[in-house]
């Protein structure tokens, strides 16, 4: 059985950092491609982080260039984003994927095979 949880999560005060984590098990992430996605209330689920370690691409979305990091650990088989100068507009539900197959990159929300139960970041102005 394939599990994603992410963890790391919680309340921050605006200009802050948090790393996020997503632990694989049933899966080697390294064969995968990976993304971040946030979905904010009343919102709709969005990819901020996307990369594959096959092919060496990357994906960031405009609102996070500069300010979000992805970095793994394959001895862990974990993925980590790195979020530093949090703003109010960060705050939602984060959640980890994996996805392997899509002709896209970064894969349309349907092709994504495995998702984790997401965690809350909250940034406080």
């Known amino acids: 059985e394939v599990q994603l949880v992410e963890s790391g999560g919680g309340l921050v005060q605006a200009g802050g950092s948090l790393r996020l984590s997503c632990a694989a098990s049933?899966?080697?992430?390294?064969?995968?491609?990976i993304g971040w996605f946030r979905q904010a209330p009343g919102k709709e689920r969005e990819v901020i982080l996307c990369?594959?370690?096959?092919?060496?691409?990357?994906y960031y979305a405009d609102s996070v260039k500069g300010r979000f990091t992805v970095s793994s650990d394959n001895a862990k088989n974990t993925v980590y984003l790195q979020i530093n100068v949090l703003k109010p507009e960060d705050t939602a539900v984060y959640y980890c994927?994996?996805?392997?197959?899509?002709?896209?990159?970064?894969?349309?929300?349907?092709?994504?095979?495995?998702w984790g139960q997401g965690t809350q970041v909250t940034v406080s102005s």
């Open positions: 994927a994996a996805e392997t197959g899509s002709t896209w990159f970064p894969p349309p929300l349907d092709d994504w095979d495995y």
């Open positions: 049933g899966l080697i992430f390294a064969d995968y491609t």
């Open positions: 990369f594959s370690s096959m092919t060496g691409s990357t």
